[in-house]
Nanobody
Framework: QVQLVESGGGLVQPGESLRLSCAAS????????MGWYRQAPGKQRELVAV???????RYADSVKGRFTISRDNAKHTAYLQMGSLNVGDTAVYYC???????????????WGQGTQVTVSS
């Protein structure tokens, strides 16, 4: 059973930075992609950033130039470095991984439990 555990959320002031981590554990053959999504109150969950296993990444327009996603494939961990945070970034941030548990298994999506990021003065 693969699990994702996020950490690093908290309360920050506008303009500050924060780094989120997402660690996958369990039986893992490979993780094809890892991404971050967020959901603000009353809004739908949206993509923030996603990184493939080969190093390519893409971002939501709203975070381009401010957020950076990275991965440590050996540790099955993804990070989201968030800078120049503003109140619009306030949300629960979720990690998602597209995981393959054996060489013959079909990959599937798995979600973390979420971590709250609050930007407020």
């Amino acid at each position: 059973q693969v699990q994702l555990v996020e950490s690093g959320g908290g309360l920050v002031q506008p303009g500050e930075s924060l780094r989120l981590s997402c660690a996958a554990s369990g039986t893992i053959f490979t993780i094809w992609s890892m991404g971050w999504y967020r959901q603000a109150p009353g809004k739908q969950r949206e993509l923030v950033a996603v990184a493939s296993g080969t190093g390519s990444s893409r971002y939501a327009d709203s975070v381009k130039g401010r957020f950076t996603i990275s991965r440590d494939n050996a540790k099955h961990t993804a990070y989201l470095q968030m800078g120049s945070l503003n109140v619009g970034d306030t949300a629960v941030y979720y990690c998602k991984a597209y995981v393959q548990v054996t060489s013959e298994a079909r990959p599937y999506d798995i979600w973390g439990q979420g971590t709250q990021v609050t930007v407020s003065s």
